[in-house]
């Protein structure tokens, strides 16, 4: 068991092909009676990820058996392809219901890098201590640092905090709100589901749902690449799509401003880093992704270990 046995998404994440020496970029190719056909030679793959034509080959020789690439679990799921690099997944894709929801409407957010752990990312995600100075441009109070009280629940592989957290509702944030209020009231549910993906599904006064999926796929120890999109109970008419984006990802920037300034190599040994209450999601997620490694007859390999 390691992270190849979790679906992530890859979106536009390039499959390459080695191919006579070369690493050849098959989405650069087409589409072709069903296979993919490769820009640089022609050679065509089959979904199986056969070789079955070969231009170069005269008809009378067989495609040799080593021309072919690597097969990997994938599905469509929200209009990102998702992949699992091994056999079986131990989990199921996360279930969204809202997205499947016809009065809802999904609006892509945005899909880049970010130089931090998953782990970090899914931690921050659950932290309600760092609202009032993080997000003091944008929702938080730095007048009000104390976090609110939540309610966790366990689930299997993952957890979900629910809490009520009044909030700053600066004037860009009132129209896609519909509501002219200086000071606000988010109803969360945060869902957290092993390794890196979380929802956070919020409700205002008014009855208006902003739910934000995010999901970090491994890139490197040092390299995520994170995607998001979010989920919401109205149309365009009430709030424009790219003003719902531009403050999300005012939100985003600034968590990202503070997460690329953390060390990647992120301990799951929950004394290594001092705490306080408000952590407690993250030391249940650390908790949770040690007792799994162990299941699994595997063990943390932490940068120190490695040197």
């Known amino acids: 068991m390691n992270q190849k046995s979790f679906w992530y998404q890859v979106f536009d994440k390039k499959s390459r092909v080695a191919v006579q020496n070369l690493t050849i970029l098959l989405p650069q190719g087409e589409i072709v009676n069903g296979c993919v056909r490769c820009p640089y030679h022609g050679w065509s793959f089959d979904r199986q990820g056969t070789c079955v034509a070969v231009p170069q080959l005269k008809p009378e020789q067989s495609i040799p058996p080593s021309y072919q690439v690597r097969l990997y679990k994938c599905a469509e799921r929200y209009g990102y392809v998702w992949a699992c690099l091994r056999n079986e997944p131990l989990l199921p894709i996360p279930c969204i219901p809202e997205a499947d929801d016809a009065t809802m409407q999904l609006i892509p957010q945005f899909y880049e890098p970010w130089q931090c752990s998953g782990l970090r990312l899914m931690e921050n995600s659950f932290d309600n201590a760092h609202f009032s100075f993080v997000h003091a441009n944008s929702f938080g109070d730095q007048q009000q640092p104390e976090p609110v009280s939540s309610e966790i629940s366990s689930l299997e592989y993952g957890l979900q905090v629910r809490a009520t957290i009044p909030v700053v509702n600066p004037p860009m944030q009132r129209k896609n709100l519909s509501i002219e209020d200086e000071v606000t009231v988010r109803y969360v549910v945060s869902t957290w589901y092993m390794p890196f993906s979380r929802t956070l599904k919020v409700?205002?006064?008014?009855?208006?749902?902003?739910?934000?999926?995010?999901?970090?796929?491994?890139?490197?120890?040092?390299?995520?690449?994170i995607i998001q999109f979010c989920i919401r109970n109205d149309i365009e008419a009430d709030a424009q799509a790219v003003a719902l984006v531009a403050f999300d990802r005012q939100v985003t920037q600034e968590d990202k401003a503070v997460l690329e300034t953390t060390d990647y190599d992120t301990p799951l040994y929950i004394n290594a880093e001092q705490r306080m209450p408000s952590d407690r999601p993250g030391i249940i997620m650390r908790r949770e992704l040690a007792a799994l490694l162990k299941a699994h007859g595997e063990v943390e390999q932490r940068l120190e270990m490695l040197v």
């Open 203 to 225: 409700t205002y006064p008014n009855g208006l749902i902003h739910l934000i999926f995010t999901a970090a796929t491994p890139v490197s120890d040092r390299t995520s690449q």
